[in-house]
């Protein structure tokens, strides 16, 4: 017990416990199977960015760019799709294939230029976003194949309020993010040597892992996330609009920074990064059933991110002490 009152997850996992109390004491509609049921297809799109950026901030980087990665690929798919047709395998491996391309572009420029990650990543953020408008112009989409527009619904079934539920698009693409996230970064080598990459860069030169390749995985694995992330949020919206998403990477580095994932690499967990995306989305919808102003969720949420940050911060600091 001592040792689990040690790991950042366990006082995580303890905060969202409180939360779900306090939240099901002061409100009616929190543990309601619809709230719950929209909370977590709401927040499928932040599971899997999040997963995605866990990967790269193991790694010892960054990657700023996810949300013009994620529009880019969204608008590509829908107007490819529009003139070959296809089905949802198809629309994946469009959405995916973009994302992969563009992260593959950061990672080589990260290499190559040897400067900081998060640099080369607000850069190409501003550059992905700045083609995105002059090709299209601003112009949203709104034409989906009929196929996409009603499929993508297992299990469904209309309850007696008259909405429908099943395991719709979203959680399918998060529970299988989720499932391929952990495989890769727990029991693969692939895995074990981004760990390794993220503590220490210059030993992991040494005894032979490639840098080059393994940036190459970390943000091309960001780039299919962000294609992956495309394809849930059109289907959520049935629309793309251009500069729908301007803003949101703070939110998913948000989440993951407050699962416990080190900003400088090497430490962090799947584990927690997941329970720090439920910690958000609990926050949130919580403080929007109790009627809190946006401006007190986004002040709240800032000042629960910098108290976790403190809190691992210190706890890595004890951990060093006592060796």
Not at 72 to 98: P, R, S
Not at 115 to 139: A, C, E, H, Q, R
Request: net charge neutral; proline share 2%; aromatic share 12%.
């Amino acid at each position: 017990m001592a040792e689990l009152k040690k790991r950042h997850e366990f006082w995580l996992a303890l905060l969202i416990v409180v939360l779900f109390v306090g939240l099901a004491w002061r409100s009616d509609e929190f543990l309601t199977f619809g709230n719950l049921y929209d909370l977590a297809n709401n927040y499928a799109m932040l599971t899997i960015l999040a997963c995605g950026l866990f990967v790269v901030l193991i790694s010892g980087g960054i990657d700023i760019s996810f949300p013009a990665m994620t529009i880019i690929a969204q608008y590509g798919m829908v107007l490819l799709l529009q003139k070959i047709g296809g089905n949802f395998a198809v629309a994946f491996a469009l959405a995916g294939g973009i994302g992969i391309l563009l992260g593959l572009i950061n990672a080589l420029l990260v290499n190559r230029l040897r400067v900081p990650s998060i640099i080369i990543t607000i850069s190409t953020l501003n550059i992905f976003y700045g083609l995105l408008l002059w090709l299209s112009k601003g112009v949203w989409l709104y034409d989906f194949p009929p196929w996409f527009e009603q499929g993508g619904m297992l299990f469904k079934y209309t309850d007696a309020d008259g909405y429908d539920y099943g395991l719709g698009l979203p959680l399918i693409a998060m529970i299988t993010v989720v499932l391929l996230t952990a495989f890769i970064m727990n029991f693969t080598s692939v895995g074990r040597k981004i760990y390794a990459l993220g503590g220490n860069r210059e030993s992991a030169s040494r005894i032979g892992f490639s840098v080059l390749k393994l940036q190459l995985f970390v943000y091309g694995y960001m780039g299919l996330m962000s294609g992956a992330a495309g394809v849930v949020q059109s289907w959520t919206v049935m629309t793309v609009a251009p500069d729908s998403l301007l803003g949101y990477e703070l939110t998913v580095l948000a989440a993951v920074v407050l699962g416990g994932t080190s900003l400088l690499g090497g430490r962090g967990t799947l584990t927690g990064t997941l329970l720090g995306v439920v910690l958000l989305a609990v926050m949130q919808n919580g403080l929007n059933l109790l009627g809190v102003s946006s401006y007190w969720q986004t002040l709240i949420t800032g000042i629960i991110i910098v108290a976790s940050i403190s809190a691992t911060a210190w706890s890595q600091h004890q951990n060093r002490s006592l060796l």
